[in-house]
């Protein structure tokens, strides 16, 4: 599924020639703001597992350069996680953001999902501000078990109704 957008950009799904770019891309912000952890050592270590647990991986494309990546992660049948949204510093603030959610609550009201999560940190006003803007509410701020970076946990329900920003 291709979503196209202004100047040459497009939203692929599942394309595994992008792999290193969605590892590249998170790497970059979470070493800029955070530490790599044992879990994304894991992640990256097999990214395609994703895809092949029934999740997609976003990637999104200017002039055909992968500048901005996402995830869902299958969790459950109807329940999925957002994660790993991560756009190039140097096209931060335009934007992209907004295409690479846009593209996953569509793919998620496609295949009828009814909740997605995220992981974040309240340090990142920004990418909270983003989420908020689409719907997603705070469900726990605190520390998380497993990765030392979050401290919020946000989810949105989804049903064939919503079109928030669609």
């Not at 096209?91 to 998620?108: D, P």
Request: aromatic letters at 10%.
């Amino acid at each position: 599924m291709n979503m196209p957008g202004p100047e040459n950009i497009v939203v692929v799904i599942n394309e595994y020639k992008y792999i290193n770019d969605f590892i590249r891309l998170n790497e970059a912000w979470i070493a800029h703001y955070f530490q790599i952890e044992e879990a994304d050592r894991s992640l990256f270590g097999k990214p395609s597992k994703i895809i092949d647990d029934g999740g997609f991986i976003f990637t999104l494309l200017k002039n055909s350069e992968a500048i901005g990546v996402c995830a869902l992660f299958k969790e459950h049948e109807h329940e999925y996680q957002l994660a790993r949204m991560a756009v190039d510093k140097q096209h931060q603030g335009s934007g992209f953001g907004n295409l690479l959610i846009e593209a996953a609550i569509s793919k998620l009201q496609e295949i009828k999902a009814t909740r997605v999560y995220l992981l974040s940190n309240t340090t990142l006003a920004p990418a909270i501000g983003l989420y908020k803007k689409y719907g997603f509410v705070t469900v726990f701020k605190g520390q998380h078990p497993v990765y030392a970076r979050c401290n919020i946990i946000m989810e949105k329900h989804l049903d064939e109704t919503t079109t928030d920003h669609l």
